[in-house]
T-cell receptor, first 117, second 112 residues
Framework: DVKVTQSSRYLVKRTGEKVFLECVQD?????MFWYRQDPGLGLRLIYF???????EKGDIPEGYSVSREKKERFSLILESASTNQTSMYLC????????????????FGPGTRLTVT | GNSVTQMEGPVTLSEEAFLTINCTYT??????LFWYVQYPGEGLQLLLK?????DKGSNKGFEATYRKETTSFHLEKGSVQVSDSAVYFC???????????FGQGTRLTINP
């Protein structure tokens, strides 16, 4: 079974702190994603990585950065946490397929609920 | 580009009721279609999928048929249980990208 793990289920940080959220997948997937989920706003893509050291901005990258030094690990960094970054953060991975749209099935971790006070 | 429109919730049903959650899409070609489920406090899990037109995906008593004529992928279950209470998301690939676009999610609550 594909397994995507996230370093913390719950996290409480103070405004201005630097925050690291870690995600690890064990299926040798090339693609990894960070989303945030907020009530009424659904899932929004923050960043996407399609290979080691490669990244692409998603829909809401402001205030975030990412790091992918190894294929299995994708980190989300909040350089200076703010209260409006209180949210549920979801990591996912997938493997690219051939064809114009392919299957692109994503596998999700359990999520990290971050509270910034 | 590809997009998905999902039935707004919340939806509240009694146990053993019939469930339909509507999902319609706009897409170039015939992309794969997915339903994901998110149980309280957890991440998303793939519930079912269909990879080509007229395919029927099924899992845990849920079904959805890929209908190209109506560009729909409605989720159905004949008899829901309390344990089906969750948020359900319809999704499809973004054209030309290895990413998915998700519907807004439909919160389903089943009362005993």
């Amino acid at each position: 079974d594909v397994k995507v793990t996230q370093s913390s289920r719950y996290l409480v940080k103070r405004t201005g702190e630097k925050v690291f959220l870690e995600c690890v997948q064990d299926m040798d997937h090339e693609n990894m994603f960070w989303y945030r989920q907020d009530p009424g706003l659904g899932l929004r893509l923050i960043y996407f990585s399609y290979d080691v050291k490669m990244k692409e901005k998603g829909d809401i990258p402001e205030g975030y950065s990412v790091s992918r030094e190894k294929k299995e690990r994708f980190s989300l960094i909040l350089e200076s946490a703010s209260t409006n970054q209180t949210s549920m953060y979801l990591c996912a991975s997938s493997s690219p397929t051939t064809g114009s749209q392919g299957r692109y099935e994503q596998y999700f971790g359990p999520g990290t609920r971050l509270t910034v006070t | 580009g590809n997009s998905v429109t999902q039935m707004e919730g919340p939806v509240t049903l009694s146990e053993e009721a019939f469930l339909t959650i509507n999902c319609t899409y706009t897409a170039t070609g015939y992309p794969s279609l997915f339903w994901y489920v998110q149980y309280p406090g957890e991440g998303l899990q793939l519930l079912l999928k269909a990879t080509k037109a007229d395919d029927k995906g099924s899992n845990k008593g849920f079904e959805a048929t890929y209908r190209k004529e109506t560009t729909s992928f409605h989720l159905e279950k004949g008899s829901v249980q309390v344990s089906d209470s969750a948020v359900y998301f319809c999704a499809l690939p973004i054209q030309g990208a290895q990413k998915l676009v998700f519907g807004q999610g439909t919160r389903l609550t089943i009362n005993p």
